[in-house]
């Protein structure tokens, strides 16, 4: 089955990518976008889906740092 | 006295790592793919852009076969030092608390800084004083220190906060100006600034050479 | 379909691969029948600008190529010189100007690939980066955009692979608005009796194919040919940008020079432009042989790519290489290793033919001479305008202004400010040789100990646009000379020149003019110099609709310097020094200067003659007296004059002095002109160098002090020269 997993910037951590996309849409015309944040998204195919939340924890994310959420089809 | 550096697909600068270790003692390199760290004293895991910085810095790494010898060496109270990229292997596999994350200034920075000795009682330091400055360049994308506060609290009271970026010379927004750190037993340390390209004058400074000079002293004969 | 409908088609399609009607008739000659599909789309690349040269071959003959320390010259993958203790260096410079323009990044990210593969092509281990790029004024929000993403992609790329980048340039003007100059230049390093040449050689050989799988970066024009019709949605059939993975490069890098080391190749050779089609040919051209490829063999990314997309792919990281049968086991071996991806593709065979195979079936045969050879090499109909065709800049400073104001004016101006916020998004240190680092000199110094060498090497990378659309064959001459004397200020001693020659369209007379102007210039500067070309690379139709760009000439020159430790910086450090004006005589001149172009004056169609030898002889003296550690800092004044010079001596190392000028007029204080310099030390060093030094004052304070002319405060001159960091925000 294929499996989404979407890997974020803890909130409260500096997200500086998120920061510098937030100043360049009003510099673009696109008004009202607030609270940017940029991860990462990998997607793959498993056999197990029940792996999947110890793959994030061991490799795909690093929990200290990082938020994780996982979507299977 | 012999230093092992470790070298990755995409490491950088072992082999400047391998020149700086040679001043202070016999030095060779340690491929990811060996398990086997040949009975050396002191492990380097140096910088670069192993495995491409891919998924994220550090992260794989942090798995290669050397690791594990790495990790059991760290164990047994050996010493083993981690330069920029090898701090972000270090923190991902464990051994060192804390994370590396994009400079605030969201770009590469190459350039000499400023970094003050906090802890002068390690067999990184001990050829310093605290308050000792040094100079020694930095040059990274991912280098601003994190640590939740908490750990932070922890780390300055166990005196595991070795370097800090001297005020007005924090490249990379790295909290409390965090250049370096061990961990609890002080035989694991990682530091984002590159000493390896501070050991002669020729180049820019020597400073660098104190640290290098401290783990040889630390593991001589006594 | 008739032979006559058939002709109409390909004749339709050679047409609209940039081929004229004389050429594809000369290719019907020289195949005997009417090209395929692929041979055509083979064709039209080999024959076109980009790699026959067709307009400029001809000129490029004018150039010196020998030299006493010369051991590969034009015509290889990269050009080298011996530096002593059995080393050479193997250097070029390339352009990569219209894939940077499209996409700045990954252009001029790919540019900085393609060079390292040049020069590790030739056997030599990549030591030092430097990057040559022009835009438009700043004012425009697209040319903040391409050199924001230009220096982030030659960092990318340069740091990722760990390859220093060591010096540069950046310069803004209009005419580059539309068309932008990204060049790159690569050093190596190897033992000279390693080097290794491009020639295919032994029937039976095999050819294998190293690196990245192939998809359709690059193919742009040749889609032409394809048979599917490109859906609106198939976008993954649309022809793509080419997109660099230093980590892919690195680990070819390692293994090409393992397997260069253990003496398994026969011959090496990158794929560049137009892919496996130019670089088989050329192997087979020089070697004097045959090639049999199958494309069915090629790894590739994409699914159902034609076979003549196979050919003109550019996908990055990749490199040919000629083995024989019975090291094929190795060459798997050091491969599997370094996870670097290598697969047999064809084979050395004895006729001189170009066979491109799909399995069994042949569906292109051409021969090698009419790809490599035989393209039609154009005369230029030059004809020098009768007047300046580019526009006047904008004026930005009141003529009227002081020499106050004009000097901080000048040191804010794009073109002077510190380039800091480039250079320190580059690794300028890995490797452990570098011992002058950007802004510590004039040129980059690399010391040569860790290969087990004596001394050092120095190089540095100069263009001039605007003063060569003044006049191309003195602007020219100057670039020239102006890179020698970087070279000079740290004690280096020029043994060889690469070149990259940027200009506009040379089918029209004007720009022919310049080009053929521009190359006599250089040809008699290095005449004169001694110094041959090892190499180079031209970019030609750089023009919009607004006309064409500056005409650009862009030189590297690598030098060589006995006491790296001795290397002077430009930098004035000790208070007490005396500070000495040195100079071959050249009177300093407003018109084509930086000042002028504040000002908003009308360029010039003309500069003052530059007595070469007299450079010359300068130059020798203040190499010279560079070389004899006496001196502590060495400056060659161009771009803004001496008292630009003198502000810049200041900044390095945060020292001031005071001075007095023998003319404080402003055409003596910021005029130009080649042959200047401005050194300091102590007074018994400044005396060597006799009357052709005039001591002007001390250094000491922290501010600048011009008697007669003003007085600038350290923090005022720095904060008027960090003016190019807001670009960088």
């Given amino acids: 089955m294929r499996a989404r997993v979407l890997i974020r910037p803890k909130q409260g951590i500096l997200d500086p990518q998120g920061q510098a996309v937030e100043r360049a849409l009003p510099a673009l015309g696109f008004e009202g976008a607030s609270e940017v944040r940029v991860g990462r998204m990998v997607e793959l195919e498993v056999e197990d889906a029940s792996r999947l939340d110890e793959m994030c924890e061991r490799l795909l994310a690093n929990p200290l740092i990082e938020d994780y959420e996982v979507t299977v089809e | 006295m012999r230093f092992g550096v470790v070298r990755f697909p995409g490491s950088c600068d072992e082999t400047d790592a391998l020149l700086a270790c040679k001043r202070y003692g016999d030095a060779e390199l340690l491929w990811h793919g060996d398990s086997d760290l040949w009975g050396v004293d002191a492990v380097v895991v140096p910088g670069g852009f192993s495995y491409g910085d891919y998924l994220r810095v550090g992260a794989i790494a942090r798995f290669s076969p050397v690791m594990d010898a790495v990790a059991e060496h760290a164990r047994a109270g050996g010493i083993v030092f981690g330069i920029c990229n090898g701090f972000q292997v270090l923190c991902e596999a464990g051994l060192l608390p804390g994370a590396l994350l994009p400079n605030a200034g969201l770009r590469f920075v190459c350039r000499q800084v400023d970094v003050e000795v906090v802890n002068a009682d390690t067999p990184f330091t001990r050829a310093c004083e605290p308050g000792d400055i040094l100079s020694i360049p930095v040059k990274h994308t991912t280098g601003r220190y994190y640590a939740p506060e908490e750990d932070l609290r922890d780390l300055d009271a166990h005196g595991q906060i070795l370097l800090r970026y001297r005020e007005g010379h924090n490249p990379n927004g790295s909290v409390a100006d965090i250049a370096g750190v061990s961990n609890r037993e002080r035989n694991v340390m990682g530091l984002m600034p590159h000493p390896e390209h501070a050991v002669d004058p020729l180049t820019g400074s020597a400073d660098g050479g104190r640290l290098f000079e401290s783990m040889a002293t630390a593991l001589a004969p006594a | ?729």
């Fill in chain 3, 1 to 729: 379909m008739s032979a006559g409908a058939a002709s109409a088609d390909r004749l339709a399609e050679a047409r609209a691969l940039g081929l004229n009607d004389f050429e594809y008739e000369l290719i019907v000659e020289k195949m005997g029948r009417e090209p395929n599909g692929v041979e055509l789309a083979v064709f039209s690349l080999m024959w076109s600008e980009h790699c026959a040269y067709k307009h400029s071959k001809k000129l490029l003959g004018r150039l010196p190529t020998e030299g006493p320390h010369l051991l590969m010259g034009p015509g290889e993958n990269a050009g080298a010189v011996t530096v002593g203790s059995g080393l050479a260096i193997a250097f070029k410079v390339e352009s990569h100007n219209h894939p940077s323009a499209v996409e700045p990044f990954q252009g001029a990210a790919t540019g900085v690939g393609g060079i390292l593969r040049d020069v590790f092509a030739v056997g030599a281990r990549p030591i030092a980066v430097l990057d040559s790029l022009r835009f438009g004024e700043l004012s425009s929000g697209r040319s903040r955009y391409l050199l924001d993403g230009a220096v982030s992609g030659i960092g990318h790329y340069g740091n990722s692979i760990g390859v220093p980048t060591v010096g540069g340039e950046v310069y803004f003007e209009g005419p580059y608005e539309q068309n932008c100059l990204v060049n790159a230049m690569c050093l190596g390093i190897a033992r000279e009796d390693r080097l290794i040449r491009s020639a295919a050689a032994g029937v039976g050989n095999l050819l294998v194919l190293m690196g990245a799988r192939t998809g359709r970066d690059g193919i742009g024009g040749a889609s032409v040919l394809a048979s599917a019709e490109l859906d609106s949605k198939d976008a993954s059939k649309r022809p793509t940008v080419q997109i660099g993975d230093p980590f892919e490069e690195k680990r070819l890098l390692e293994c090409c020079l393992e397997l260069l080391d253990r003496g398994a190749l026969r011959s090496l050779q990158d794929l560049g432009a137009a892919g496996l089609s130019s670089s088989s040919s050329e192997m087979a051209s020089k070697g004097e042989v045959g090639l049999d490829i199958d494309v069915s063999r090629v790894p590739l990314r994409e699914d159902d790519m034609e076979p003549f997309e196979i050919m003109v792919s550019e996908s990055q990281e990749r490199m040919l290489c000629v083995i024989e049968p019975d090291k094929l086991a190795e060459l798997e071996e050091v491969c599997g290793r370094w996870e670097v991806r290598a697969t047999a593709i064809g084979e050395v065979t004895g006729g001189r033919r170009l066979r491109v195979l799909d399995g069994d079936e042949v569906v292109g045969d051409m021969p090698v001479d009419a790809l490599v050879d035989d393209c039609p090499l154009y005369d230029l109909e030059p004809a020098a305008p009768s007047e300046q065709i580019y526009a006047p800049p904008p004026r930005v400073l009141d003529p009227a202004a002081d020499a106050r104001e004009t000097l901080l004016a000048l040191l804010s101006s794009h073109n002077l400010a510190s380039r800091r916020p480039l250079f320190e998004q580059y690794d300028s240190i890995v490797q452990s040789r570098t011992v002058r680092r950007p802004e510590d000199a004039d040129a980059a110094v690399l010391q040569l100990a860790p290969d087990g060498g004596e001394g050092a090497i120095a190089v540095s990378i100069d263009g001039n646009g605007r003063r060569v659309a003044c006049d191309p064959y003195t602007g020219t001459v100057e670039a020239v000379l102006e890179c020698a004397a970087n070279l000079a200020c740290v004690g280096a001693e020029p043994l060889g020149l690469t070149n990259c020659l940027n200009f506009g369209n040379p089918e029209k007379p004007h720009v022919a003019w310049q080009l053929e102007r521009s190359v006599a210039g250089m040809a008699d500067a290095l005449r004169e110099l001694g110094v041959p070309v090892v190499g180079g690379n031209v970019s030609l139709y750089n023009e919009s609709g607004d006309g064409p760009i500056y005409p650009t000439p862009v030189v590297g020159m690598v030098g060589a310097l006995p006491d790296a430790a001795l290397a002077p910086r430009s930098g004035f450090s000790e208070e007490g020094h005396v500070v000495a004006f040195v100079s071959a005589g050249v009177e300093p001149s407003l018109p084509g200067s930086e000042l002028a172009k504040l000002r908003g004056d009308e360029l010039p169609l003309g500069l003052p003659e530059v007595d070469v030898a007299a450079v010359r002889e300068m130059l020798d003296a203040v190499r010279s007296a560079a070389r004899g550690g006496g001196l502590a800092s060495v400056h060659d004044v161009a771009e803004g004059g001496v008292a630009v010079a003198l502000a810049e001596s200041c900044l390095a190392r945060g020292v001031g002095a005071s001075v007095s000028l023998p003319d404080s007029s402003l055409d003596a204080m910021f005029g130009e002109g080649v042959g200047r310099f401005l050194v300091a030390g102590e007074r018994s060093a400044i005396e060597a160098l006799g009357d052709r030094a005039a001591v002007i004052g001390t250094v000491g304070g922290d501010a600048l002090e011009i008697e007669g002319a003003g007085s600038w405060s350290l923090s005022e001159l720095r904060d008027a020269h960090a003016a190019l960091a807001e670009a960088f925000v």
